[in-house]
């Protein structure tokens, strides 16, 4: 077990690529990504529908662990014939990552299929929590907007259609007016 949590530990090391790409200063690292994503997914669940509260958190909390292992691939063009095998290898990888990751972890079972359950979209909770996934991109890019003076307009964009939840899409939209504002 001690293996395991000082691997969890490593995701502090993990930088998130979009930021590098966009040379962010200081950019932000896996835990702090997991943990927004998280604490959006505790405090917005009563308001999402009928939401398993529960599983929504701990899906939160693994959705990107496969990226110790395989980094945090972006891949561009994502919905053309190449960008989709490259989309699904990708998804081949990180899966044989969450199984290595969680090997000998008692209720290993039960976070791999959150995560085959987050990836596959199927579910509410899985909908949700890339909607989630995506607000806390742009709130991060918010964030460096107003303390970097940079434009990151490219990542309201690539999360707009993903977001379709009323509430979800209130903050989004809440969200863009005051980028209008801060952006001038």
Not at 28 to 52: I, P, R, S, W
């Amino acid at each position: 077990m001690l293996i395991f949590f000082l691997k969890v530990g490593e995701l502090k090391e993990v930088l998130r690529t979009g930021w590098i790409n966009k040379n962010v200063k200081d950019p932000e690292n896996l835990t702090e990504h997991h943990f927004q994503v998280a604490f959006l997914a505790m405090v917005l669940a009563d308001k999402l529908g009928d939401v398993d509260k529960n599983k929504l958190i701990k899906m939160a909390l693994i959705h990107d662990m496969s990226e110790l292992i395989t980094g945090d691939e972006v891949i561009i063009n994502r919905w053309s014939k190449k960008g989709i095998k490259q989309v699904e290898e990708k998804h081949k990888r990180e899966r044989e990552a969450m199984t290595k990751i969680f090997k000998g972890i008692s209720n290993s079972e039960e976070y791999i299929s959150l995560f085959d359950e987050f990836m596959d979209r199927k579910t509410l909770e899985a909908r949700i929590l890339k909607e989630l996934d995506m607000l806390q991109m742009c709130l991060q890019a918010f964030e460096y907007e107003n303390k970097q003076n940079i434009n990151l307009g490219d990542f309201y964009k690539y999360s707009d259609p993903y977001i379709k939840n009323v509430e979800i899409r209130k903050m989004f939209n809440e969200l863009l007016k005051n980028r209008e504002i801060v952006v001038k």
